[in-house]
């Protein structure tokens, strides 16, 4: 019976010490998650090979890789991203503290896949891509919460056409915000359907949306999807408007839609308009 007494008075204690050392790990980190998206260009692929993804809390302490699920190299096809669709590429539980920066770390193993092509051109990454692409964060996270980054890859203007060689250059332009702190806007873009046998509309895929500021700014586009729905994430609190200029269709140009944070937005309807015939 003493012997019992003593070893449950023995695991009593190790709980205890457990629980505070839990406790105290809580009191000292943070959980951080990034995920990528994408203002989708007018492209069927843009492949990119991610070799490595770090933090920087301080100048003074360097920078820490985070460690993504599946283990690097991660592959992605940029334009799969839309309408919802992200890719999670950390999920870590890393010290708190000021977080300034991150950098992903690219390989050259990067291709695009133009739109009726069939094969893949090499994506040429200069040396100062693969060393580091660093975006700014400075956001203080507090011990034991919880923070999204969403990086938003927008691939029109990552993709640059070398003149008359027929190369193409990666130079990634990446947005990158607080879930916490952003909001989003969803939509569906449909289009008017004139014909001897029927009228009315249907779902547009593949259709750019652009994003613009209430000063006319550009801020940043995606693509819809098979069922003509889009998502664009990442916004800051504010008032935006959305601007469709697509082949064989009126330009349309929305209302001023607010966004606020951690709110999806819902689009106005979009129906894109045939253009009147004289």
Same mark, same amino acid.
């Given at each position: 019976?003493?012997?019992?007494?003593?070893?449950?008075?023995?695991?009593?204690?190790?709980?205890?010490?457990?629980?505070?050392?839990?406790?105290?790990?809580?009191?000292?980190?943070?959980?951080?998650?990034?995920?990528?998206?994408?203002?989708?260009?007018?492209?069927? =692929? &843009? %492949?990119?090979?991610? !070799?490595?993804?770090?933090?920087?809390?301080?100048?003074?302490?360097?920078? #820490? /890789?985070? @460690?993504?699920?599946?283990?690097?190299?991660?592959?992605?096809?940029?334009?799969?991203?839309?309408?919802?669709?992200?890719?999670?590429?950390?999920?870590?539980?890393?010290?708190?503290?000021?977080?300034?920066?991150?950098?992903?770390?690219?390989?050259?193993?990067?291709?695009?896949?133009?739109?009726n092509h069939t094969e893949s051109i090499h994506l040429d990454t200069p040396s100062a891509q693969q060393s580091g692409?660093?975006?700014?964060?400075?956001?203080?996270?507090?011990?034991?919460?919880?923070?999204?980054?969403?990086?938003?890859?927008?691939?029109?203007?990552?993709?640059?056409?070398?003149?008359?060689?027929?190369?193409?250059?990666?130079?990634?332009?990446?947005?990158?915000?607080? =879930? &916490? %702190?952003?909001?989003? !806007?969803?939509?569906?873009?449909?289009?008017?359907?004139?014909?001897?046998? #029927? /009228?009315? @509309?249907?779902?547009?895929?593949?259709?750019?949306?652009?994003?613009?500021?209430?000063?006319?700014?550009?801020?940043?586009?995606?693509?819809?999807?098979?069922?003509?729905?889009?998502?664009?994430?990442?916004?800051?609190?504010?008032?935006?408007?959305?601007?469709?200029?697509?082949?064989?269709?009126?330009?349309?140009?929305?209302?001023?839609?607010?966004?606020?944070?951690?709110?999806?937005?819902?689009?106005?309807?979009?129906?894109?308009?045939?253009?009147?015939?004289?």
């Amino acid at each position: 019976m003493k012997k019992n007494m003593i070893l449950g008075l023995i695991s009593f204690l190790f709980v205890l010490v457990l629980q505070s050392c839990q406790e105290e790990k809580t009191e000292d980190t943070a959980r951080v998650q990034l995920r990528l998206v994408d203002a989708s260009g007018d492209y069927e =692929e &843009v %492949n990119v090979e991610i !070799i490595d993804i770090q933090y920087n809390k301080s100048e003074n302490e360097g920078w #820490t /890789s985070f @460690t993504p699920e599946n283990a690097y190299p991660i592959q992605v096809d940029l334009t799969k991203l839309i309408a919802g669709n992200d890719l999670l590429l950390s999920d870590e539980i890393i010290p708190s503290g000021m977080l300034n920066q991150i950098r992903l770390v690219l390989s050259d193993n990067n291709s695009l896949l133009l739109k009726n092509h069939t094969e893949s051109i090499h994506l040429d990454t200069p040396s100062a891509q693969q060393s580091g692409l660093k975006l700014k964060l400075e956001t203080e996270l507090e011990p034991g919460f919880s923070y999204t980054f969403i990086l938003d890859w927008d691939v029109q203007r990552s993709v640059v056409k070398a003149g008359n060689s027929g190369k193409y250059i990666l130079k990634p332009v990446i947005r990158a915000n607080t =879930e &916490v %702190n952003s909001g989003s !806007i969803r939509g569906v873009v449909s289009g008017e359907v004139i014909s001897q046998e #029927t /009228s009315g @509309t249907e779902t547009l895929s593949d259709v750019i949306v652009a994003i613009y500021s209430k000063e006319n700014e550009y801020i940043t586009e995606t693509s819809t999807d098979i069922n003509g729905e889009f998502l664009i994430q990442g916004l800051q609190p504010d008032e935006y408007m959305i601007l469709i200029d697509e082949m064989d269709y009126q330009l349309y140009s929305s209302e001023l839609i607010k966004v606020s944070a951690g709110i999806v937005t819902e689009s106005p309807i979009i129906i894109l308009k045939i253009p009147m015939t004289e």
